[in-house]
């Protein structure tokens, strides 16, 4: 159990760790793409170094370098078959877009992962998968790792969307951009598309028509250098700090701002909110600096298809309805039950555990402004890094004898947070 003193505001400027979405992506399609690229200011953690050791055990090199990494690869054409199973850890992208990496290659490939994603599911990628002529052994009727990609060969097809998943997306597309003819994915919602953005750049033929996209295989990809933004998802935890601790002022430097992952701007607006964002730059990848302090609130209702280009920062924002002026209310939001934990259960037990009124719906969450803290509150983390960052907030923001039972799995996407937040306090 940590216990971590109560802190009054925050103040100051806060770089956050570099994109998550955009380093496994980098490192997975350079690896794809024939000739040496380098990938400047790279996430690592525990998930972007399993996708980077699962591309070195296909044959390709990673060569450290002061700001990132230099990739050297023969292209996808030419993987190795791996000698040993490919261990994704806790990385649920890397699993997922791993097997549309693999699936068309001809190769025998075994992923397996931690406890934690072995029980995630990986029908949602098989399923589009097998439609196109990939084979697949896996674990419990194919809902779950550890999976076997079998050597099979690939065709294209036109595809409707069973869920709105950017991983789903990505793994169909990272077959498709292997597979002789034109892959049609139309989606349900618009999700992230730094898959589009980055296989574009590398030299594949995408067209996007709404939430239609088409994607010409046998690409010719070759390597290019990329610079990776700052985590918007990362960011979203300053964004919702400013909010809760009273008297803040923060400035958020290098954000990555592609509308298709900051939907959480859209909704603080909604909620009355005002923030700036400074020097917006960046070529596909736009980034900027927000500027954000503390505000009265209102509360919202999330819903529709901004869910898909917020599911990550929604455990936050159903934590800001503590601290709104009436609810927070989440609805079609069913993708949350299969992230790292349950993040509807997980979100809303925490808050339970302080004494807030909240109410549990199949797809989504109800958080009412709390009225009394309980001070003797034990948060838990649930293994689940997001999980676990709210709660450390919450605790600092409540202080009294409140604990968070692991604050060790943050270091999967911000191995420096407890000490970020700590240089920006005002005790």
Same mark, same amino acid.
């Given at each position: 159990?940590? %216990? ?10 806060? $770089? ?56 050297? #690869? ?6 190795q078959e791996p000698s040993d199973v490919i261990d994704c850890m806790n990385s649920g992208t890397t699993a997922r877009l791993l097997t549309g990496v693999f699936a068309p290659t001809g190769k025998y490939v075994v992923l397996t992962g931690d406890e934690s994603l072995r029980k995630r599911p990986m029908d949602r990628v098989i399923d589009p998968l097998t439609l196109m002529g990939a084979k697949f052994a896996a674990r419990n009727d194919g809902h779950n790792l550890p999976m076997t990609i079998l050597p099979s060969k690939t065709k294209p097809? %036109? ?34 598309? %730094? ?26 990809? @070759? ?28 400035? *958020? ?14 909704? *603080? ?56 002026? #009436? ?13 790292? #934990?349950? $993040? ?40 689940? %890094? ?26 999967? #996407? ?8 700590? @240089?920006?306090?005002?005790?």
């Amino acid at each position: 159990m940590t %216990h971590f003193d109560k802190v009054k505001s925050l103040k100051g400027t806060v $770089r956050v760790p570099s994109d998550k979405s955009i380093s496994h992506r980098s490192f997975m399609f350079l690896a794809m793409s024939q000739g040496k690229g380098r990938v400047i200011d790279p996430l690592l953690s525990e998930d972007t170094k399993a996708t980077m050791a699962a591309m070195r055990s296909v044959g390709v090199s990673f060569e450290e370098t002061v700001d990132g990494y230099v990739v050297t #690869s023969k292209g996808y054409k030419n993987f190795q078959e791996p000698s040993d199973v490919i261990d994704c850890m806790n990385s649920g992208t890397t699993a997922r877009l791993l097997t549309g990496v693999f699936a068309p290659t001809g190769k025998y490939v075994v992923l397996t992962g931690d406890e934690s994603l072995r029980k995630r599911p990986m029908d949602r990628v098989i399923d589009p998968l097998t439609l196109m002529g990939a084979k697949f052994a896996a674990r419990n009727d194919g809902h779950n790792l550890p999976m076997t990609i079998l050597p099979s060969k690939t065709k294209p097809v %036109h595809m409707q969307a069973t869920t709105k998943s950017a991983q789903v997306k990505s793994a169909v597309l990272l077959a498709g951009v292997q597979t002789e003819g034109i892959t049609t994915y139309i989606e349900k919602a618009v999700t992230r598309n %730094h898959t589009e953005i980055m296989l574009a750049a590398l030299g594949a033929r995408v067209k996007t028509d709404g939430l239609k996209i088409e994607i010409e295989g046998a690409a010719d990809l @070759r390597s290019m250098d990329i610079v990776v933004p700052g985590d918007f998802s990362s960011a979203a935890f300053f964004l919702g700090a400013a909010l809760m601790f009273e008297n803040s002022e923060l400035v *958020l430097e290098n954000v990555g701002l592609n509308p298709t992952r900051s939907g959480m701007l859209k909704v *603080l607006s909604d909620m009355g909110v005002k923030y700036e964002i400074d020097s917006e730059r960046g070529g596909a990848e736009k980034l900027g600096d927000i500027f954000i302090k503390s505000q009265t609130l209102k509360g919202c209702t999330i819903d529709g298809d901004i869910v898909a280009n917020m599911i990550d920062e929604l455990p936050m924002m159903a934590t800001l309805g503590l601290f709104a002026d #009436s609810p927070v209310i989440i609805k079609g939001a069913k993708e949350l039950r299969v992230k790292e #934990s349950d $993040r509807i259960e997980t979100t809303l037990y925490n808050l339970k555990q302080l004494g807030a009124e909240v109410e549990e719906y199949d797809d989504g969450m109800k958080v009412f402004p709390i009225k009394k803290v309980d001070t003797n509150a034990q948060l838990k983390s649930f293994g689940d %890094h997001r999980i676990a960052m709210i709660a450390i907030m919450l605790a600092k923001r409540f202080g009294g004898n409140i604990s968070v039972d692991d604050v060790k799995c943050v270091d999967v #996407s911000f191995p420096s947070f407890i000490e970020t937040f700590s @240089r920006l306090e005002q005790k």
